[in-house]
């Protein structure tokens, strides 16, 4: 990895190119998937930072003052996307939650050895009050023989991933990404329009502090659930409890508990057997940002990186954080942890 201080100002162009360098056999495919990724990120963050205008520029499905039909900030988002990411001939296809299925290449362009998978805009529900949102993505090389890609490329394994990140669009935005080397944010600066590193190589505390979950469920939870949860907040005398935080929107839970240490959990529960989140666009690509920068993440039973998905939208229960939170999830639940950490 190449050194910076806290002082230096890197842009993700320079980070991605400088990271390129140490892999002489690099297309440079990969880093414009990234680099695309972000400029759709900021388009994005500029239309999200205006949402709470949205009455005065116009309502759903009117023209506003601009002359823009004002769109559902998700249906923007994953357009936004698609536009930013299917003419660079680095991709075969694409994947998308707000899809239902696979997205291929318009014929008129070239087709490139990797598929994208995104959550356009997690917890878009909470754009209404004033709460983050963000923007999940999942990089995979095509694994079929042919031109485009085919569900085959779609439904690997998360330990195949050759990038994944997140943007957060709150108080500032902020993008984390990984390549397999650790993980690393940048910050927009909005007056420059560009991201600079603003945490490089970050690693989850050791020790945790935050316990997300929603436990408005727990009456649907199963018993080994419960006891864990009684486990994380200090109630049977075995651990220092944890302080429960929860936004509601997966990548703001994350992003505090990457930061601040501690454990995110969406356990199955009996009106959810299979719990709520998707392994595709959220768990998988989380879960190899939470392992690079020293963490876990389980759905009870697996580490969440080797289960072979079967669908698209596949959901699963989730338990990522630190290690010792992890694991107490997987011992308490049945499990056990493979490969954790980084
Ligand atoms: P969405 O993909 O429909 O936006 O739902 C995902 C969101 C996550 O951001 C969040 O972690 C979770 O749903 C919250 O669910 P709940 O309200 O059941 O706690
Ligand atoms: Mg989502």
Redesign the pocket.
Known sequence: MVQHTATSVVTIERYIIEQERLHPEATGELSGILYDVALAAKMIASKVRRAGLADILGSADAENVQGEIQQKLDVFANETLIRAMDHGGRLCAMAS?EEPGIIQIPDNFRCGKYVLLF?PL????NIDVNVPVGTIFSVMRKITRGTRGEMEDMLQPGRRQVAAGYIIYGSSTMLVYTTGQGAHGFTLDPSIGEFLLSHPDIRIPAVGRYLSV?DSYEQFWEEPVKALMRRYRGLDGERKPLNVRYV????A?IHRNLLGGGVFA?PANQKSPKG??RLLY?ANPLSFIVEQAGGAATNGTNRILDIYPTDLHQRTPLYIGGVDEVEQATAMLGGALSNVGA
């Not at 997690?122 to 529900?125: E, L, V, W």
């Not at 509601?248 to 990548?251: D, F, R, T």
């Open positions: 939650e959550d997690d917890g878009s529900s929603n509601g929107s997966l990548v839970d969406y709520k989140l959220e």
